[in-house]
C-alpha cells in the first residue's frame, strides 16, 4: 500500500505483515503466553470515555509538553526497541531521522542495532536549528548486565554521547515466554533437521536472548546506578502502587507504568489500571515525579486519556517498528504526524488548548476509580 493511503497506526501494520520477512514479523508482533497481556494494552483504553466541554475557542491548540526536563513538541515519544536493524537495513538511523520533522523524542535501546553514539550523531547531524519548535532529543533505555563494570560503561557512553535521561528497565529480570517467536524458531531448527534445539528452544532453553537478562538486579542497586549516570533517572516496568512509592523514595524523577507491551508476565496489569492504582492508593506520586505510560496506544486520543488521569507523556511502540519497516524514514515520520493529528483533534473536541489543561474530569474513569 501507498504510504499516503495509511490513515491510522493500524495500517503500519497491515503494511508491514505483507512485508516483514517472518522472523522479523515473529520478533516484533511476539507476546507472552496466550496474548492476554497485550489484547489487554489494546483493549484497556477502550474501556474510558470523555467527558468534552463544549463552547469554547478551540481555533489555536498546541501539543506542546516537557519531558524530564527537556521540551518536547508533542507527549508521546518512540518507545525503546531492541535490534531495529531486522525491520530496516539503517536501523536505528532511519528511525531517529524521522523524529526531525515533527521534533518527537526516542528512547533508545541497549540492544539497539546501531551504536549508541552514531545513533546520537546521525540525529544531531539532521537537526537543522530552524527558528521556532522545540528539537528532538534522545533518551537512553538501560539493560544492566549481571557484572557491574559493562553496566558502567553502558551508562558513562550513554552519558558521553549526550542522551537526555536514563530509563532502567525493571520489568525483564529475564525473558517472558515470547510463544509466536518460539514457536517460529522451533521451526527453523526443525527445518535444518535438529530436532533437539527445536524442543529447547521450544521451552525457552538456549534462546540468544536468554543470557542476556540480569535476575539480580535489586532496588539497592538503582543508588550506583544513579550516582553514575548523575542525571534523571527513570524505572521502565512499574506496575503496581507500592513499587511506584518505592520508586519515589529512590529518588527516581520518573516512572514508567508498562507491561514491557505484554510481552513479559502474562495476565500483567495493563498501565491504564496501575495508572489508576496509584490515582486511588497514592496520588502523591504525580507530584514527585513524573509518570508515564505504554502500551497498546494506538491513536492519540488514547493519549490524551492518559494525559487526562496524569502521565505527563507516553511511550509507543510497535507502530514505529512496522512504519520503519514497511516505510523507513517517512513512515516513521507519517506516524508521528497521524498520532499528532489524532491528538489535536481530541484536544480541540473535549475543549482544551494546551496540555496544562488536562483534567481527570475530561474523561470518565468512574468505572475503574470505583473498582
Ligand atoms: C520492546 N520493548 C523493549 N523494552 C525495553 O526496555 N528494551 C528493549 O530493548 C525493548 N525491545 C522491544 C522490542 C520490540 C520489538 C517490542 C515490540 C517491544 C518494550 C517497549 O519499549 C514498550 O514497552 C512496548 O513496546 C510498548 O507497547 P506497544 O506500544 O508496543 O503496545
Known amino acids: 500500500p501507498h504510504l499516503a493511503t495509511c490513515?491510522?497506526?493500524?495500517?503500519?501494520?497491515?503494511?508491514?505483515?505483507?512485508?516483514?520477512?517472518?522472523?522479523?514479523?515473529?520478533?516484533?508482533?511476539?507476546?507472552?503466553?496466550?496474548?492476554?497481556?497485550?489484547?489487554?494494552n489494546l483493549d484497556s483504553w477502550n474501556t474510558i470515555t470523555f467527558r468534552p466541554r463544549v463552547l469554547r475557542d478551540i481555533t489555536k491548540v498546541s501539543t506542546e509538553t516537557s519531558i524530564l526536563g527537556q521540551a518536547s513538541s508533542l507527549p508521546f515519544y518512540i518507545s525503546p526497541m531492541g535490534l531495529l536493524g531486522r525491520?530496516?537495513?539503517h536501523a536505528e538511523l532511519a528511525l531517529v531521522r524521522g523524529l526531525?520533522?515533527?521534533?518527537?523524542?526516542?528512547?533508545?535501546?541497549?540492544?539497539?542495532?546501531?551504536?549508541?553514539?552514531?545513533?546520537?550523531?546521525?540525529?544531531?547531524?539532521?537537526v537543522v536549528q530552524e527558528a521556532g519548535g522545540p528539537l528532538p532529543q534522545l533518551h537512553f533505555q538501560l539493560y544492566t548486565r549481571p557484572e557491574q563494570e559493562?553496566?558502567?560503561?553502558?551508562i558513562r557512553r550513554a552519558k558521553a554521547a549526550g542522551y537526555k535521561s536514563l530509563w532502567v528497565t525493571v520489568d525483564t529480570p529475564l525473558l517472558g515466554k515470547r510463544t509466536i517467536d518460539r514457536r517460529h524458531m522451533a521451526q527453523a531448527a526443525l527445518a535444518i533437521g535438529s530436532e533437539q534445539q527445536a524442543s529447547n528452544l521450544s521451552l525457552g532453553i538456549q534462546s540468544f536472548t536468554t543470557q542476556a537478562q540480569n535476575g539480580a538486579l535489586k532496588w539497592e542497586d538503582l543508588k550506583w546506578i544513579k550516582e553514575a549516570w548523575g542525571g534523571p533517572l527513570v524505572l521502565k516496568g512499574?506496575?503496581?502502587?507500592?513499587?511506584?512509592?518505592?520508586?519515589?523514595?529512590?529518588?527516581?524523577?520518573?516512572?514508567?507504568?508498562?507491561?514491557?507491551?505484554?510481552?513479559?508476565?502474562?495476565?500483567?496489569?495493563?498501565?491504564?489500571?496501575?495508572?489508576?492504582?496509584?490515582?486511588?492508593?497514592?496520588?502523591?506520586?504525580?507530584?514527585?515525579?513524573?509518570?508515564?505510560?505504554?502500551?497498546?496506544?494506538?491513536?492519540?486520543a488514547d493519549v490524551l486519556k492518559a494525559l487526562c488521569l496524569g502521565a505527563k507523556a507516553v511511550g509507543v511502540g510497535r507502530?514505529?517498528?512496522?512504519?520503519?519497516?514497511?516505510?523507513?524514514?517517512?513512515?516513521?515520520?507519517?506516524?508521528?504526524?497521524?498520532?499528532?493529528?489524532?491528538?489535536?483533534?481530541?484536544m480541540a473536541l473535549v475543549g482544551i488548548t494546551s496540555l496544562d489543561q488536562v483534567h481527570p474530569d475530561l474523561v470518565n474513569a468512574s468505572r475503574l476509580l470505583n473498582e
Open 7 to 40: 490513515v491510522d497506526t493500524h495500517d503500519f501494520e497491515r503494511a508491514a505483515r505483507l512485508t516483514m520477512p517472518a522472523p522479523t514479523w515473529s520478533y516484533v508482533s511476539s507476546f507472552a503466553n496466550g496474548g492476554h497481556s497485550m489484547q489487554g
Open 100 to 126: 526531525v520533522r515533527s521534533g518527537a523524542h526516542a528512547v533508545i535501546s541497549t540492544v539497539s542495532t546501531r551504536p549508541m553514539e552514531d545513533i546520537a550523531t546521525t540525529l544531531r547531524d539532521c
Open 238 to 300: 512499574i506496575q503496581t502502587a507500592e513499587d511506584a512509592k518505592l520508586a519515589v523514595d529512590c529518588g527516581c524523577e520518573g516512572i514508567l507504568l508498562s507491561n514491557h507491551g505484554g510481552r513479559q508476565l502474562h495476565s500483567a496489569p495493563s498501565a491504564l489500571s496501575t495508572l489508576v492504582e496509584i490515582r486511588l492508593h497514592c496520588p502523591e506520586v504525580f507530584d514527585k515525579l513524573q509518570v508515564f505510560v505504554d502500551g497498546g496506544l494506538r491513536d492519540g
Open 87 to 89: 525491520s530496516h537495513e
Open 150 to 154: 559493562p553496566t558502567l560503561n553502558y
Open 319 to 346: 507502530p514505529f517498528s512496522y512504519a520503519l519497516s514497511a516505510y523507513g524514514t517517512a513512515g516513521v515520520e507519517r506516524c508521528v504526524d497521524i498520532l499528532a493529528e489524532e491528538l489535536r483533534t481530541a
